[in-house]
């Protein structure tokens, strides 16, 4: 894979969707601020008032979620990309449609009924594209932030779609008042489901609450990443880290040994893992590379896990030592017991 390339197209992917976000909320503005005969006028109480703040609001969580999704699967964690269905095409395709219905919410905040039913259909787009994209080896579907932006979703989408296609049935074109308050409250609680059960995702850290209790630095023996960007139930590859060379020959394959023991312990718990002692099992003796060239590596293949396990005694490796620091500035958890681990994969 060509890393650069990919790079460079996933920007390109990602100034498109935001050029056009942008517009979409300049038209949006323009019609808010201007009357028909492009006078300032603002009615501050009133329907165009809400539908307004709904759209930008949309707008902006959309437009937030698109970019850690571009920036999580295309350069933090590039073991997610579903290339069987090539999800780069699949991300421009969807998300350029989610763009396009930006602009026809824009041009509907003075139609609540048209406003309506693009929303819906935005929802629906979203859900498919969740659906296409992430059913992967690597991330199931109905797991971490995928659920939590399905069932945000399906809430609007069942609680305001279900009376939209018993109106449509029959014939019935202009929606009673009480449809639009299930509309916003449908949205605020998509809001409310979307920012705080997906924070891990947008801000690398748990959400609480103001009025709740906040702790402090967890104990040694548990993780040390308290900030992870990867939630406990997304951790399906976990890397390796701990001492390797020893004094002697020995004390080396005791090393390996050791990594090996945890390695099965953790493929029978239904992780997948990487363990650079036994992928270069005494190549310091069988091949002639130099060993930096096995550090790169090994740091380069940290980056395509979702979490690190530091093995006993890891501080007395220089190796190691940087792999955990590489873990750290990448905001993945970094587990140093199997207990502290979230539990079986299989």
């Not at 008032?49 to 850690?68: Q, W, Y």
């Not at 880290?241 to 005791?254: I, M, R, V």
């Not at 060993?291 to 190796?319: I, N, T």
Request: hydrophobic share 45%; with cysteine; proline share 4%.
């Amino acid at each position: 894979m060509n890393r650069e390339s990919l790079h460079n197209s996933v920007e390109v992917l990602k100034i498109l969707y935001m050029v056009v976000a942008g517009l979409a909320l300049a038209v949006g503005l323009e019609r808010f601020v201007l009357d028909e005969m492009r006078q300032f006028k603002i009615e501050w109480i009133s329907l165009q008032t809400l539908l307004f703040i709904i759209f930008v609001t949309t707008v902006a969580r959309f437009v937030h979620g698109a970019m850690r999704h571009f920036d999580r699967t295309y350069t933090e964690q590039l073991q997610r990309v579903n290339w069987r269905i090539s999800q780069p095409l699949v991300d421009f395709s969807a998300l350029g449609i989610e763009a396009f219905i930006f602009f026809i919410l824009a041009y509907s905040i003075a139609d609540e009924s048209r406003f309506i039913n693009y929303y819906l259909l935005l929802l629906v787009v979203d859900s498919i594209w969740l659906f296409l994209v992430f059913p992967s080896g690597e991330q199931p579907f109905w797991s971490g932030n995928t659920k939590w932006w399905t069932l945000a979703n399906l809430l609007v989408l069942v609680s305001t779609g279900g009376p939209i296609v018993v109106f449509f049935i029959r014939g019935i074109e202009i929606y009673p008042s009480w449809l639009l308050w299930v509309f916003v409250i449908g949205v605020a609680f998509h809001a409310v489901m979307d920012y705080p059960l997906n924070w891990n995702l947008y801000f690398g850290r748990r959400f609480r609450w103001p009025w709740s209790d906040w702790p402090k630095e967890e104990a040694p023996g548990a993780r040390d990443a308290t900030a992870s960007s990867v939630p406990d139930d997304e951790i399906g590859t976990v890397f390796i880290a701990g001492p390797y060379l020893g004094s002697d020959f020995n004390e080396t394959e005791k090393n390996i040994r050791l990594a090996e023991q945890y390695s099965i312990e953790l493929w029978n718990r239904g992780y997948k893992v990487f363990c650079p002692h036994l992928n270069t099992s005494h190549f310091e003796v069988k091949a002639k590379a130099d060993e930096q060239a096995y550090k790169e590596f090994d740091l380069r293949m940290l980056q395509c896990c979702d979490a690190v396990f530091a093995l006993p005694k890891w501080e007395d490796s220089e190796g190691a030592k940087a792999e955990i620091e590489e873990a750290k500035r990448l905001e993945m958890p970094v587990f140093h017991s199997l207990d502290a681990l979230p539990g079986t994969r299989s």
